[in-house]
Structures are given as C-alpha cells and as structure tokens.
C-alpha cells in the first residue's frame, strides 16, 4: 500500500535578511550605527549599539543599548541593560555588567603567578 502524496521540494526561508547577518572585518568612518546586528571589529568616532553585537569597539563616543561588546574602548560610553568582557573608558554612565572588572583582573594575575611558582620544576 502506497501513498501518492505530494513530495514536491519545499525550501526553507530564514527569517532573518541576509544582509543583516554578515560579518564585516572592519566598519571606519564618522558614525556607526547598529541595529540587530553583529560586528567584528568596529572603530569610529561615535558608536551606537541597539539590540548588537561586536567583538571590538574603538571610538570616541559609544552609546550601548541591550547589546553586547567583547572588548570595548572609548573616551565615553553610554550604556544601558548591556554586556561586556573588557571595559575601558575614560567616563561611563549607565547600567553595564562587566565580567572582567579590576578586581578578578588583580585575582586572575595573582592565581597565575601562583600556578607558575607551583608547577616549575624543582631545583636540584
């Protein structure tokens, strides 16, 4: 027994634009601005972030809103409901959640320098 039903190809359509979803390697110029977007390596004068990602952001002035940024430099940044890993900036206002803060950098030294120390060799 046999069906005949129809098996004609059916092709999936993602639903997000494929120009949306491109990596770039670099992004120069006066202003960026981002939306649902991702980022490699982004430097700029001014940066604004919405609802994005960027592996590196260099500017002089970066606006962040409800996205995420690997390492982020800049004079100022303004940042709300976001995340980063490495943080450097001259003034910041807002709401950030920085995982790599001063003091788990001065932690993470310190437990470094100790393995060294515990796992050399010993003298003879």
């Known amino acids: 027994m046999t069906d005949n039903q129809d098996t004609s190809e059916v092709f999936y359509e993602p639903p997000i634009e494929t120009e949306k979803s491109g990596y770039t390697d670099l992004t120069d110029g006066d202003t960026v601005n ?42 100022e940044i303004r940042i709300d409901n976001s995340v980063t890993f490495i943080l450097a900036a001259g003034e910041v206002k807002g709401n950030v959640t920085t995982l790599f803060t001063p003091a788990t950098a001065m932690i993470l030294g310190g437990a470094i320098i100790l393995g060294m120390l515990l796992i050399r060799p010993p003298r003879r």
């Open 34 to 75: 981002l939306q649902h977007d991702a980022k490699q390596v982004i430097e700029a004068n001014i940066v604004r972030m919405q609802q994005s990602a960027a592996f590196s952001v260099l500017a002089d002035d970066v606006e962040i809103n409800e996205s995420v940024g690997f390492v982020v430099r800049a004079d």
